[in-house]
């Protein structure tokens, strides 16, 4: 089992930057990424960021390249998410995954392990 803890989130302003991080324990090399995966209301869920073990190869959506930066600290089994200029539409629950997809990293379905999830919102 793996296990993930996220924290990090609140309510902010547009244009406002706020940093999410996942604290990863457990068999963490049964996972070959994290990533970062947000809900908001009425909408699917999004695969927005996701970052490999080995290597750090990185991945972004389109609706947040250029703002949102995915990182990862290997001493602190940690897995971070900056968010900058930040807007009203990326208010949403934002869950930490991590996993072995198959197929393709943007499919959320393919994630096996998942955090309790942090609310950001922001505000306009």
């Known amino acids: 089992q793996v296990q993930l803890v996220e924290s990090g989130g609140g309510v902010v302003q547009t244009g406002d930057s706020l940093r999410l991080s996942c604290a990863v324990s457990g068999r963490t090399f049964s996972v070959d990424v994290v990533g970062w995966v947000r809900q908001a209301p009425g909408k699917e869920r999004e695969v927005v960021a996701v970052?490999?073990?080995?290597?750090?190869?990185?991945y972004s959506a389109d609706s947040v390249k250029g703002r949102f930066t995915i990182s990862r600290d290997n001493a602190k089994n940690t897995v971070y998410l900056q968010m900058n200029s930040l807007k009203p539409e990326d208010t949403a629950v934002y869950y930490c995954?991590?996993?072995?997809?198959?197929?393709?990293?943007?499919?959320?379905?393919?994630?096996?392990?998942w955090g309790q999830g942090t609310q950001v919102t922001v505000s306009s």
């Open positions: 995954a991590a996993g072995r997809p198959r197929t393709n990293v943007r499919n959320s379905y393919e994630y096996d392990y």
């Open positions: 970052i490999s073990w080995k290597p750090a190869n990185t």
